[in-house]
């Protein structure tokens, strides 16, 4: 019992107050789940408030913290962001940045890697947010996406996709492919994973059922993309992705952001409101950069040939 | 660590109370193994939150999630003691299903509830600050729910349920009905555990379908870390145990996210959970008198 109580008294012992912090600026960063995607996004932060004058380690107090998946984590995270009270708090996708909205009125937050800010109740305007929230939302062209998919593969007429039903982003991009693929012809077929372990069989069930397949920005599927992948090169089935970062995973083109621009844009509206600047009057951002990205090797196991004129255009060819 | 975190862990740790307390009737009383809290504490957050943003008083989504919590305990209960399904499976089971049936309920994966009436509202007109106010309430609820708890275990009826777990041949042959008594146990249990999930649903501004993940290592990390530091001699004891090592709980994760001296971060924080366990469960020595009693081993303290 003894070794128990003194870990107790440990335990009380660090509940004491912070000591008061200097006049140096502080940004706390919650994320949900680290994966390649969203650490990309965070280092895009970091970098852009270097560019801003606001380096990490030197004139900035840069404090970070997972959730590892779970929204209870979230919550206590964001508690723990809001005692501290830093300058600015900025929260990596959707659950993130509610448990940091339930919790203060006062802080600033910018979220980032949100899809829908007004269905997650974060603004109510995208224009003029009005509180202490603003942010970048990386809701994805999805027309765009489609278009391409049918310059690379005329022949596509069943698309299938693979996503996590439990995901509110993923939920609203489906919704999206669903109205937009069929405006060039496209049917939409869609497996569902619940978790990273069922995205294997998820897409093999695609398997004789599509002519392609198109994976959104789904934190799980995004997370188990090689087993996408290995089924796709297997029943060469072209496969295409929304965000850049999977192509040179294996993916044959994505016509999209990457996430290190995502938090890059994100990182200078934290400069802004640094410097002064009010979140309530800086209307939420769209993701401002896409470039094409390819990779023919992907596309010649898929038995695919991407068009010349296609490949002229891409910012970056995997061969 | 600042007051707001000190106070949030508070705060959490008494929502989790209520798990503890639900699977301290399950995991304790009736010796039932019980994952369905993984489902039905996400499925009191969907229930209460898809109420709420259609409109209904949150007091009666609150109870409706109690309501749906008791149905996803009977159907593990069920499975159990009709179907014959062994109580482990059957509970998960229950909770695979209950994944499912949230996405129905709330019909997306997150239903945010930041600017919509609470049961935490009426909190906001009060001369004291939210975070502050919220742990008192909810110290409030959980010591009503605790001491109802206690009442029960003590009446004749929760008598039954304590032999039905302890020893259900010998209680069938005192005539007790120990089907009953497990559905009823399995249904008290989990309207707890959905009651922890609507409040926190509501206190945390969103229901998300993800909300289950790892709810019944919290509750069994708060149940035997809390016999280990408060000794489960009495009813009056167990459960006060279960309240104070869910915030103990708590505490030492708030303490884990603000360890930076020792290096520590919330990916550390499942393996601190363990060790915990295993500290709680090695500890204290062989005084839990729930457990066997090893033939050689340390001294009785």
């Given at each position: 019992m003894k070794a128990l109580r003194l870990g107790l008294l440990a335990l009380m012992a660090s509940i004491m107050p912070l000591a008061a912090q200097g006049a140096e600026k502080s940004v706390a960063i919650t994320q949900i789940v680290a994966h390649p995607a969203l650490d990309a996004c965070r280092k895009g932060i970091k970098d852009a408030l270097a560019d801003a004058g606001y380096v990490a380690g030197k004139n900035l107090k840069w404090t970070y913290e997972s959730a590892q998946g779970s929204p209870t984590t979230a919550a206590q995270v964001a508690q723990k962001f809001i005692g501290e009270a830093p300058d600015v708090i900025v929260a990596i996708a959707t659950p993130s940045a509610q448990s940091v909205a339930a919790n203060t009125k006062t802080i600033p937050l910018v979220f980032s890697a949100v899809t829908d800010p007004v269905g997650a109740k974060?603004?109510?305007?995208?224009?003029?947010?009005?509180?202490?929230i603003t942010g970048v939302t990386d809701l994805s062209p999805i027309g765009a996406h489609m278009r391409l998919i049918k310059r690379i593969?005329?022949?596509?007429k069943r698309l299938g996709i693979v996503y996590n039903p439990g995901e509110a982003n993923s939920v609203s991009l489906v919704n999206l492919v669903k109205s937009e693929a069929p405006k060039i012809g496209m049917s939409v077929v869609e497996a569902a994973a619940y978790k990273s372990s069922d995205v294997l069989d998820a897409t093999r069930s695609l398997v004789g059922k599509v002519d392609a397949i198109y994976i959104p920005t789904d934190n799980t599927v995004v997370s188990a993309f090689e087993g996408v992948v290995k089924v796709a090169e297997e029943a060469k089935i072209p496969l295409f992705a929304?965000?850049?970062?999977?192509v040179k995973r294996?993916?044959?083109?994505?016509a999209g952001f990457n996430y290190y621009d995502v938090g890059r844009q994100t990182g200078a509206m934290v400069a802004r409101i640094l410097n002064g600047e009010k979140p309530g009057d800086m209307a939420v951002e769209g993701v401002s950069k896409t470039e094409l990205y390819l990779n023919l090797r992907a596309a010649a196991k898929m038995g695919v040939t991407v068009p010349t004129d296609i490949v002229k255009e891409a910012k970056d060819v995997i061969r | 660590m600042s007051s707001f975190a000190f106070l949030g862990a508070i705060e959490t740790g008494l929502l989790f109370g209520l798990v503890a307390l639900g699977v301290f009737l399950s995991?304790?009383?009736?010796?039932f193994p019980d994952l369905t809290v993984d489902g039905s504490f996400p499925l009191g957050a969907a229930v209460s939150a898809s109420l709420i943003v259609s409109g209904v008083n949150p007091y009666l989504a609150t109870l409706a999630a109690i309501g749906a919590g008791a149905l996803a305990g009977l159907m593990t209960a069920w499975l159990n003691?009709?179907?014959?399904?062994l109580h482990l499976l059957a509970s998960i089971l229950t909770m695979i299903a209950l994944y499912s049936i949230n996405l129905r309920i709330m019909g997306r994966p997150n239903i945010a509830l930041l600017g919509d009436d609470t049961v935490?509202?009426?909190?906001?007109?009060?001369?004291?600050?939210m975070h502050i106010a919220t742990p008192i309430v909810l110290a409030v609820v959980v010591l009503v729910v605790k001491i109802a708890l206690d009442f029960f275990l003590s009446s004749q009826l929760g008598l039954a349920m304590r032999a039905t777990g302890i020893n259900d041949r010998m209680a069938r042959a005192q005539g007790v009905n120990t089907k009953f008594h497990i559905l009823l146990g399995m249904a008290i249990s989990n309207a707890l555990v959905a009651l922890a999930g609507a409040l926190f649903a509501q206190s945390q501004g969103f229901a998300d379908v993800?909300?289950?993940?790892?709810v019944i290592v919290v509750g069994l990390a708060a149940v035997i870390g809390g016999e280990a530091i408060v000794?489960?001699?009495t009813v009056f004891l167990a459960t006060l145990g279960c309240v104070i090592g869910s915030i103990l709980y708590r505490l030492a994760m708030a303490l884990a996210l603000n360890a930076d001296f020792i290096g520590?971060?919330?990916?550390?924080l499942n393996l601190i959970t363990a060790v915990l366990v295993t500290l709680a469960m090695v500890l204290?020595?062989?005084?839990?008198?729930?457990r066997p009693r090893r033939a050689k081993g340390p001294p009785h303290d």
């Open positions: 974060l603004v109510s305007n995208m224009e003029h947010p009005g509180k202490n593969v005329p022949t596509v929304a965000d850049t970062d999977s294996g993916a044959i083109a994505a | 995991f304790r009383v009736l010796e003691v009709r179907l014959k399904i935490f509202t009426v909190l906001q007109n009060l001369p004291i600050a993800t909300l289950g993940v790892g000794p489960p001699r520590l971060k919330t990916q550390d204290p020595g062989m005084r839990n008198p729930l």
